[in-house]
């Protein structure tokens, strides 16, 4: 597998544990949370590998959005 593949798959991954956090602690449908998150700039900075963020923690990035982009939760 080469580097680029796997960078991919990983970032699949994470978003699929964001996107699952976000709807186990916030008590919201997984649908909801996919709208919140692929919404927001932080899956933006995820997806142009920005400052190095996708190689964070997925609960990290989650309480991340959750703390600066507060209005996608309303």
Request: glycine fraction near 4%; aromatic fraction near 10%.
């Amino acid at each position: 597998m080469d580097g680029n593949k796997l960078e991919s798959v990983y970032k699949e991954n994470l978003e699929e544990r964001i996107m699952l956090y976000l709807t186990e602690t916030e008590d919201i449908s997984y649908e909801e949370s996919m709208e919140i998150y692929y919404g927001s700039k932080l899956a933006e900075k995820i997806q142009e590998r920005r400052e190095g963020i996708q190689y964070l923690d997925y609960k990290v990035l989650a309480d991340i959005l959750k703390e600066t982009e507060q209005e996608l939760f309303r």
